[in-house]
């Protein structure tokens, strides 16, 4: 267990619809992570957030927002779904972004189906 | 770009037999080279890291070296177990103080008894 959650675990919705998935990051961690895991994209960088400000964007789409909470708790938004969306979205954390060896720590990770 | 580059799987090898998965990348600069497991229906753990050129990362009993003059961090392992079987993703970060990582395509590997 590495201390980071995840909900919901699984999500199925529709083209069109909007969902938001939730990250807790470890104890004492101020830096979340959102990636995306595809099958034809792989493991993508989506979004960095640090103690509540946005450090770093990947490919995230227009769509898709996140933001970090004053109890470092992140939400990560994805509006006007596509089937194209369906993946496994991870959430990672760290302690902060001090320098490139700072370990991050995944969470179980929400799959998202969207039909 | 930046980019990571793993041996194509899936990878199935027999109980004992000795592992490698090969990784090469492409970074301006000097990144942090790490390997991540996924085990069936899980998160990614992180495996083993090195920082800096001709590091050694080493955990239960898997092993690799930072290779700067090749840009690679192959991993090993001398015996494998069934419990090994995963999907194994080599990674990078740190490239123009960015601490996202970068991953490869990832390579399933099987172990049979």
């Known amino acids: 267990d590495s201390g980071v959650t995840q909900t919901p675990k699984h999500l199925i919705t529709a083209t069109g619809q909007r969902v938001t998935l939730r990250c807790s990051p470890r104890s004492g961690d101020l830096s979340v992570y959102w990636y995306q895991q595809s099958l034809d994209q792989g493991l993508q960088f989506l979004i960095h957030y640090y103690n509540g400000e946005e450090r770093a964007k990947g490919n995230i789409l227009e769509r898709f927002s996140a933001q970090q909470f004053p109890d470092l708790h992140s939400e990560l938004n994805l509006s006007s779904l596509e089937l194209g969306d369906s993946a496994l979205y991870f959430c990672?954390?760290?302690?902060?972004?001090?320098?490139?060896?700072?370990?991050?720590?995944f969470g179980p990770g929400t799959r998202l189906l969207v039909l | 770009g930046n980019s990571v580059t793993q041996m194509e799987g899936p990878v199935t090898l027999s109980e004992e037999a000795f592992l490698t998965i090969n990784c090469t990348y492409t970074a301006t600069g000097y990144p942090s080279l790490f390997w991540y497991v996924q085990y069936p229906g899980e998160g990614l753990q992180l495996l083993l890291k090195?920082?800096?050129?001709?590091d050694k990362g080493s955990n239960k009993g898997f092993e690799a070296t930072y290779r700067k003059e090749t840009t690679s961090f192959h991993l090993e392992k001398g015996s494998v177990q069934v419990s090994d079987s995963a999907v194994y993703f080599c990674a990078l970060s740190g490239i123009q103080g960015a601490q996202k990582l970068v991953f490869g395509q990832g390579t399933r590997l099987t172990i049979n008894p």
């Open positions: 090195a920082t800096k050129a001709d």
């Open positions: 990672a954390s760290s302690v902060a972004p001090r320098g490139a060896q700072e370990t991050q720590y």
